[in-house]
C-alpha cells in the first residue's frame, strides 16, 4: 500500500477556503485508489461547475429575497409616511408642539443598491481526451514509418521511387522491397512474408507510440487546466459567498426594519388618539405650554416616537453596496426606543 495522501476539497459550506493545487497534485499520484489523469481532470472540472452553479443559484435566491424585502420596506415606508406620521405631525402643529425632525441630522442621500463586482466570473471550458487528434497523428506516424522503410529498401536496392513509376513496376518490386526489410538488410537472404510482418508491426509500434505520447501529454494539460479551474472555481465561490451574506445580512435588516414601522405604527395611533383627545379637552393652543403636564409629556413622547422611525425610514439602508454601519445604528436606537415604551406601559 504506497502513502495515503488526503486532500480535502472544500466545496461552499458557510466558510470556504481556498484549494491547495500542491496537495491536490499529491493525491492525483500517490493515492491508493490511483486515477488517471484525464478522469481527475474530468471529475474536477465537474465539481468546478457544481460548485459555481450552487453559489450562483443560492446568490440569485438571495438577491430575489433582498428584492422582495426592500420592496416592502418601500411600500410600507410610503405608507407609513403618508398616514400616521403625516397625521402626527399635523395633530402636534395643532397643539402648538414644534416637532424637530431628523432629517435635519442625516447629511447623506437615501441609498438601497447591492453590492456588484464587475469582471468577477469563471468560464469553465470542457476538455478533450486528445484521443481523435491521436488517432490522426498515430496514423500519420504510421503512413510516415511504412515511407522511410520503403525509401531506404528502395535507395539500397537502386529502385527509382519517381512520379512516373508504374504500377507493373511497382507490383514488380515489392517482393525485393520486403525481402530486403525481412533479411536482406542484414547480408542474409530476405523473406518477403517476414519482412511484411515487420513493416506492420513497426508502423503499428510508431502508431502506438504517438498515440500514447499524444493522450499522456494532453491528459497532463487537462489535469493542469483542471485544477487551475477549481482554483479559481473555489476563488469565485469565497467571493460569491461573501456577496450571498453580505445580501442575507441586507435582507435580515430589511425584515426588522419592516417589523419595526408597523410596531411604531401601534404606538403612534395611540399617541394620535391622546393628541386628538388633548385637543378635544385641552382645545388647540399656541405652545406647549398651555397645557397640563401630562399632556406636554404625550407630545413628547410622540416626538421621541417619531424622531427614531423617521431616523430608520430615511437612513440610507446601504453604503457602497454592504449594509450601512448608520443603518443599523439607527435600527437599534428604534428597537431600543420601542423596548422602552412598551415597558413603560406594562410596568
Not at 83 to 93: A, G, K, N, R, V
Not at 125 to 142: M, Q
Request: glycine letters at 6%.
Amino acid at each position: 500500500m504506497g502513502e495515503k495522501i488526503e486532500t480535502k476539497k472544500n466545496e461552499l459550506n458557510g466558510n470556504s477556503e481556498m484549494l491547495d493545487v500542491e496537495k491536490e497534485v499529491a493525491f492525483v499520484e500517490n493515492s491508493d485508489v490511483k486515477k488517471s489523469k484525464q478522469v481527475e481532470a474530468k471529475e474536477l472540472i465537474e465539481s468546478s461547475k457544481e460548485l459555481v452553479s450552487k453559489v450562483d443559484n443560492q446568490v440569485e435566491e438571495c438577491k430575489i429575497g433582498v428584492s422582495k424585502a426592500a420592496e416592502n420596506f418601500d411600500n410600507i415606508k410610503r405608507t407609513f409616511n403618508n398616514t400616521i406620521f403625516t397625521s402626527s405631525q399635523e395633530l402636534l402643529e395643532k397643539v402648538g408642539f414644534e416637532y424637530n425632525s431628523a432629517l435635519d441630522e442625516l447629511n447623506e442621500p437615501f441609498e438601497l443598491a447591492l453590492e456588484e463586482k464587475e469582471g468577477a466570473t469563471v468560464h469553465i471550458k470542457n476538455i478533450s481526451s486528445g484521443r481523435f487528434t491521436g488517432l490522426l497523428l498515430a496514423i500519420g506516424a504510421a503512413l510516415v514509418t511504412l515511407g522511410v522503410w520503403i525509401y531506404f529498401a528502395a535507395q539500397k536496392l537502386n529502385i527509382s521511387l519517381s512520379s512516373n513509376t508504374t504500377a507493373e513496376a511497382i507490383e514488380a518490386h515489392i517482393n525485393p522491397v520486403l525481402a530486403w526489410i525481412g533479411g536482406g538488410i542484414t547480408g542474409a537472404t530476405g523473406n518477403p512474408m517476414f519482412g511484411a510482418l515487420v513493416l506492420g508491426f513497426s508502423a503499428l509500434l510508431m502508431a502506438w507510440f504517438v498515440y500514447a505520447i499524444r493522450v499522456n501529454l494532453k491528459a497532463s494539460k487537462n489535469l493542469r487546466i483542471a485544477l487551475k479551474t477549481y482554483e479559481e472555481s473555489t476563488e469565485y465561490s469565497m467571493s460569491k459567498d461573501d456577496c450571498k451574506k453580505e445580501m442575507e445580512k441586507i435582507d435580515a435588516h430589511l425584515q426588522a426594519s419592516n417589523t419595526e414601522v408597523e410596531n411604531f405604527t401601534m404606538l403612534l395611533n395611540e399617541q394620535n388618539s391622546s393628541l386628538k383627545r388633548i385637543l378635544h379637552v385641552e382645545g388647540a393652543g399656541s405652545d406647549e405650554q398651555s397645557y397640563h403636564p401630562s399632556s406636554t409629556k404625550v407630545m413628547r413622547d410622540t416626538e421621541r416616537l417619531m424622531r427614531a422611525v423617521e431616523k430608520l425610514l430615511n437612513t440610507s439602508v446601504t453604503s457602497g453596496g454592504k449594509l450601512n454601519f448608520k443603518s443599523e445604528q439607527a435600527l437599534s436606537n428604534a428597537q431600543a426606543v420601542y423596548i422602552d415604551f412598551l415597558g413603560r406601559i406594562y410596568d
